[in-house]
């Protein structure tokens, strides 16, 4: 199944979204953004959403607040958050309020979407489920694939069925079992051979994205200074960390919100500037190896005589 949203170019190229509310001057120098069901509430959100995409060439991803959902969900438990994120929909504070809500806002706005990543609460049969009523509803949802808790066939089931999926357990695993998730991950999709879109939920890119070729991620990182400090993000180089950014030429100044050169919207600019350079070193990497490699695939077909996964029938 082709998944929604009219924006959608297979073709596009390594790509990462700005995730975060009110940067909607972001858009104009970095037109990959992400907004979330749980800030479309209010109609204060969905205007932010409207103007973003009314320029022809923006290309925004919409979240469907699981994350959020289940995060509030646990801090009122006593649950962690993948114990939350594992509990039935039925069973789930505002669940179908906030599914409500994202059939109302991809319905009126699904052509003008880059796309649209389920609503991913429960297991695997869970989110089966809820796919299968929002594609009856004529929606095509982003299925989410849970590497900890789902399993392989769940991932084959969905690689032989759709053209995207999204990953999650990135968001708060630690370094070493975010690498084992890309890397398990990406082997599984080239042993399938076929063409498949990988997005990464949560994830900003780094130099491993340089080694194992996902073709997308988002995560909020560098709108996290617009919230918390005048202080900017990291610096990166080839998509490597190497060091912060706080010198005050970098800063802006939080007693002057509107000014030009030291308020909000000159830092927000700065900072898709940032973003955007990160997209260009990341297709540059791939650029440089076709041209010393002649031809690199970034996805090799399985080896002779390696095994060619497919999900059962």
Not at 24 to 33: K, L, V, Y
Not at 165 to 191: F, K, P, S
């Amino acid at each position: 199944m082709n998944t929604g949203g009219g924006r959608f170019d297979p073709d596009e190229g390594f790509t990462f979204f700005v995730a975060g509310v009110n940067i909607n001057n972001a858009a104009h120098f970095h037109p990959w953004t992400l907004m979330a069901v749980n800030d479309l509430m209010n109609e204060s959100g969905v205007a932010e959403l409207r103007a973003r995409t009314e320029p022809p060439d923006a290309k925004l991803m919409l979240d469907s607040g699981i994350f959020w959902l289940s995060s509030r969900h646990a801090e009122r438990h006593d649950l962690t958050f993948y114990e939350a994120l594992t509990v039935a929909p039925e069973e789930i504070d505002g669940f179908g309020r906030l599914l409500d809500r994202y059939v109302a806002i991809v319905q009126e706005f699904g052509d003008v979407l880059w796309g649209y990543v389920e609503p991913d609460q429960g297991g695997a049969d869970c989110k089966r489920a809820t796919r299968q009523e929002l594609e009856r509803q004529g929606l095509r949802p982003i299925p989410v694939y849970h590497p900890l808790t789902d399993g392989w066939d769940y991932f084959d089931e969905l690689a032989d069925g759709y053209d995207r999926i999204a990953i999650g357990n990135v968001v708060m695993a630690d370094r070493n079992v975010r690498r084992g998730i890309l890397t398990a991950v990406w082997e599984r999709r080239r042993r399938h051979g076929k063409r498949l879109w990988l997005h990464a939920l949560g994830y900003t890119p780094n130099q491993l994205f340089n080694a194992y070729p996902i073709n997308s991620s988002d995560s909020s990182s560098h709108v996290y200074a617009l919230r918390f400090g005048a202080s900017m993000c990291m610096g990166r180089a080839m998509l490597a960390q190497f060091g912060e950014l706080v010198d005050d030429g970098f800063s802006y100044d939080l007693d002057q919100y509107e000014d030009p050169e030291r308020g909000l919207p000159k830092k927000t600019a700065l900072l898709s500037w940032i973003a955007r350079s990160e997209v260009i070193a990341w297709r540059s990497q791939w650029a440089d190896l076709d041209r010393a490699l002649g031809g690199v695939e970034p996805w090799p077909a399985p080896l002779e005589g390696e095994r060619i996964v497919r999900a059962a029938a």
